[in-house]
């Protein structure tokens, strides 16, 4: 996200450069998770499968849903990029790029919220325990409040930052 601001507005890159920021930050993403590969952290170890032919047919069975909606999700946001590049430019694109990681931090704070409670929330319900359900929706509820309220504060302070430079206003 600062790699794509950095690249098109400072460096004055358009596109090849929210393109290279993009990649370099998946690389430096993808490294910093190996690592964990390295850790004494590890307890990932490679052993034989058994009835690899099953297996593989519920995995696929189990993640079809998932690939489908994550293909389609690809395929619209090629569509709706080609779109914005036709008919705003490829600087309208970069700032574009910016906003829709921004909207995906919002929503993994959401989701993580929703992750995290919904294992409690079965357990007690499994054990009769609706007090408890009730007191872990009043923290779900106020901790969305909070990531709200936090990205309600930053939002201005992101949404200037090259702005003005695509309206001719920087």
């Given at each position: 996200?600062?790699?794509?601001?950095?690249?098109?507005?400072?460096?004055?890159?358009?596109?090849?450069?929210?393109?290279?920021?993009?990649?370099?930050?998946?690389?430096?993403?993808?490294?910093?998770?190996?690592?964990h590969?390295?850790?004494?952290?590890?307890?990932?170890?490679?052993?034989?499968?058994?009835?690899?032919?099953?297996?593989?047919?519920?995995?696929?069975?189990?993640?079809?849903?998932?690939?489908?909606?994550?293909?389609?999700?690809?395929i619209?946001?090629?569509?709706f990029?080609?779109?914005?590049?036709?008919?705003?430019?490829?600087?309208?694109?970069?700032?574009?790029?910016?906003?829709?990681?921004?909207?995906?931090?919002?929503?993994?704070?959401a989701?993580?919220v929703?992750?995290?409670?919904?294992?409690?929330?079965?357990?007690?319900?499994?054990?009769?325990?609706?007090?408890?359900?009730?007191?872990?929706?009043?923290?779900?509820?106020?901790?969305?409040?909070?990531?709200?309220?936090?990205?309600?504060?930053?939002?201005?302070?992101?949404?200037?930052?090259?702005?003005?430079?695509?309206?001719?206003?920087?």
């Open positions: 996200m600062f790699g794509d601001l950095f690249c098109v507005f400072t460096l004055n890159m358009g596109i090849y450069g929210a393109g290279l920021a993009t990649a370099i930050g998946a690389c430096i993403s993808c490294v910093i998770m190996c690592t590969f390295l850790s004494k952290k590890n307890t990932l170890k490679i052993s034989a499968v058994s009835d690899f032919v099953l297996k593989t047919k519920q995995i696929v069975v189990t993640g079809f849903s998932t690939f489908f909606i994550d293909v389609a999700m690809g619209l946001t090629m569509l990029n080609r779109q914005i590049v036709k008919y705003l430019g490829t600087d309208a694109l970069s700032v574009y790029g910016v906003i829709v990681n921004i909207s995906t931090i919002v929503q993994c704070c989701y993580s929703g992750q995290a409670a919904q294992p409690m929330m079965s357990v007690s319900f499994g054990a009769g325990k609706m007090k408890r359900i009730d007191e872990t929706m009043k923290y779900a509820v106020w901790t969305c409040v909070g990531f709200g309220v936090i990205m309600d504060g930053t939002d201005d302070d992101l949404s200037h930052a090259g702005a003005g430079d695509l309206y001719g206003r920087g």
